[in-house]
T-cell receptor, first 114, second 116 residues
Framework: GAVVSQHPSWVICKSGTSVKIECRSL??????MFWYRQFPKQSLMLMAT?????????EQGVEKDKFLINHASLTLSTLTVTSAHPEDSSFYIC??????????FGPGTRLTVT | AQSVTQPDIHITVSEGASLELRCNYS??????LFWYVQSPGQGLQLLLK??????LVQGIKGFEAEFKRSQSSFNLRKPSVHWSDAAEYFC??????????????FGGGTRVLVKP
């Protein structure tokens, strides 16, 4: 149980375009999802907390207009990187928070902006 | 502010040998502690967690961790390492509220290399 999927697993886009990453909880409902960014050989950096039906809460220093998060249903949260630039290239990981306080992580999405 | 320190960036261990990964945390209240493992290009898998009770917790894949409040530590151990244990390991701390919205703070990670 508690499986989280992400789509796509990897994406290459041109500078200036937008890309959407989906995070789905497959066998449970997730009222809270988290979005992380991970640079090579580094730890996870929390970008934002996404709550179903309400606006996401962004961590300090994260541009909310650049990283649009939508949590429209209890099983789906999306992260849209708008007007992507090469410095946005990274590994993006989502997780679903459960009532027990732990998080279940998706497999991640590798974004490369050319 | 809460923080997690994993002092060892890399650890190399021979297959069959024991492994111990260190984790120290700074937290203003009773913490909720986790160990996650990440294989290259993958998401994180929960190995074990500690909230309360017995300070020695058992996890998946033969891992265990011991919570020592006096030392603010939550070290991960495995008696005999397998080649498949080569991965990145992350210690994390969160509030002991057991809420879905619990934010986690991650340590910098320890990369484990297993020699044949």
């Amino acid at each position: 149980g508690a499986v989280v999927s992400q789509h796509p697993s990897w994406v290459i886009c041109k500078s200036g375009t937008s890309v959407k990453i989906e995070c789905r909880s497959l066998d449970f409902q997730a009222t809270t999802m988290f979005w992380y960014r991970q640079f090579p050989k580094q730890s996870l950096m929390l970008m934002a907390t996404s709550n179903e039906g309400s606006k996401a809460t962004y961590e300090q220093g994260v541009e909310k207009d650049k990283f649009l998060i939508n949590h429209a249903s209890l099983t789906l949260s999306t992260l849209t990187v708008t007007s992507a630039h090469p410095e946005d290239s990274s590994f993006y990981i989502c997780s679903a928070g459960l009532a027990g306080g732990q998080q279940y992580f998706g497999p991640g999405t590798r974004l490369t902006v050319t | 502010a809460q923080s997690v320190t994993q002092p060892d960036i890399h650890i190399t261990v021979s297959e069959g040998a024991s492994l111990e990964l260190r984790c120290n945390y700074s937290y203003g209240a009773t913490p909720y502690l986790f160990w996650y493992v990440q294989s290259p290009g993958q998401g994180l898998q929960l190995l074990l967690k500690y909230f309360s009770g017995d300070t020695l917790v058992q996890g998946i894949k033969g891992f265990e961790a011991e919570f020592k409040r006096s030392q603010s530590s939550f070290n991960l151990r495995k008696p005999s390492v397998h080649w498949s244990d080569a991965a990145e390991y992350f210690c994390a701390v969160g509030p002991s509220l057991k809420a879905a919205g619990n934010k986690l703070t991650f340590g910098g990670g320890t990369r484990v290399l297993v020699k044949p």
